[in-house]
Every structure is written in structure tokens, then in C-alpha cells.
């Protein structure tokens, strides 16, 4: 008999078995149910250095995105007040 409720979860990038780190409960915008979310991290470190330069690298990009698009709504406001005191100058 097979007990595969035995059997390690594998990393999917690298074939490495992989450690459990943590259950953490998240609950995404817009659903009901909070979800149970696994963490994991790879046996391999080469790997899990990759993993996480990766995250580190998809929040910074997120955080810069924001920024810019805040920026960008700041920008406009700030021609549009600009737009309205040229036209108070002109009359
Ligand atoms: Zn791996």
C-alpha cells in the first residue's frame, strides 16, 4: 500500500523537495471564504534564493507601479490647476 499522504510536495522549478514554513489564512478582495494558503520554501537554496529575489522583484515592480500611476494622477491635477491659473492670468 501506497500512503501518499506521506509523500513531500516537490518543488516544481527544480525537483527538490520542499520544507513547510507556515499555514498562513488569507482572505482575497472580492471572495467570501478565507482561503488556507500553504507556504513552502525549496530544499534547494540556489532555488530559493531565485524564488525569493523573484517576489522581491514582482513587489517592487507592484510598489513602483503605483507610484508612477499616483504620480501620473498627481501630474495631471497639478495641469489642470496650472490650465486654470494661465487662464485667470490671460483675462
Ligand atoms: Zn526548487
Known amino acids: 500500500m501506497i500512503n501518499n499522504k ?4 516537490i518543488c ?3 525537483g527538490a ?3 513547510f514554513v507556515k499555514k498562513e489564512t488569507i482572505q482575497p478582495e472580492g471572495t ?8 513552502y520554501r525549496c530544499s ?10 523573484e ?5 517592487k515592480l507592484r510598489q513602483n507601479q503605483a507610484i508612477t500611476q499616483k504620480e501620473r494622477m498627481e501630474k495631471i491635477q497639478e495641469k489642470r490647476k496650472m490650465g ?3 487662464k485667470v492670468q490671460q483675462n
Open 17 to 19: 523537495e520542499l520544507i
Open 44 to 53: 534547494n537554496d540556489e532555488c530559493q534564493k531565485k524564488k525569493d529575489k
Open 32 to 39: 467570501r471564504y478565507p482561503q488556507t494558503n500553504i507556504v
Open 6 to 9: 506521506n509523500t513531500k510536495p
Open 12 to 14: 516544481s522549478q527544480c
Open 55 to 59: 517576489k522581491v522583484e514582482r513587489i
Open 84 to 86: 486654470q491659473k494661465a
